[in-house]
């Protein structure tokens, strides 16, 4: 059974940081793209970074460039989004997805596609 499983999410001061986890099971990591993609209130999903499936290549949106840090290990199946900097415009829900097609394709992805979606972990930024 294809499970992810987003953690480290919380409340947290502007200007702090969090890291979050995705751990995947039921599929072969290493074959994926990994990425994050966010929700807030009222307002529609959005790209947030992607990873290729070696680790080699990663993409941002501009939003974040600078601030967050996508990696992956394949020893643990896991993905991470290292958030530093945090600002109450970064509060949403944030999902791990998990897609055969590029990196670079997940960056302009809509966010209604993707193989294979985590159910959330919320990231609430006070100021």
């Known amino acids: 059974q294809v499970q992810l499983v987003e953690s480290g999410g919380g409340l947290v001061q502007a200007g702090g940081s969090l890291k979050l986890s995705c751990a995947a099971t039921g599929f072969t990591f290493g074959g994926y793209s990994m990425g994050w993609f966010r929700q807030g209130l009222g307002k529609e999903r959005e790209f947030v970074a992607a990873?290729?499936?070696?680790?080699?290549?990663?993409y941002y949106a501009d939003s974040v460039k600078g601030r967050f840090t996508i990696s992956r290990d394949s020893a643990k199946n896991t993905a991470y989004l290292q958030m530093n900097n945090l600002s109450p415009e970064d509060t949403a829900v944030y999902f791990c997805?998990?897609?055969?097609?590029?990196?670079?394709?997940?960056?302009?992805?809509?966010?209604?596609?993707?193989?294979?979606w985590g159910q959330g972990t919320q990231v609430t930024v006070s100021s």
């Open positions: 997805v998990a897609d055969l097609r590029t990196a670079q394709s997940m960056s302009v992805m809509s966010p209604s596609a993707g193989d294979h």
């Open positions: 990873i290729s499936w070696i680790g080699r290549t990663t």
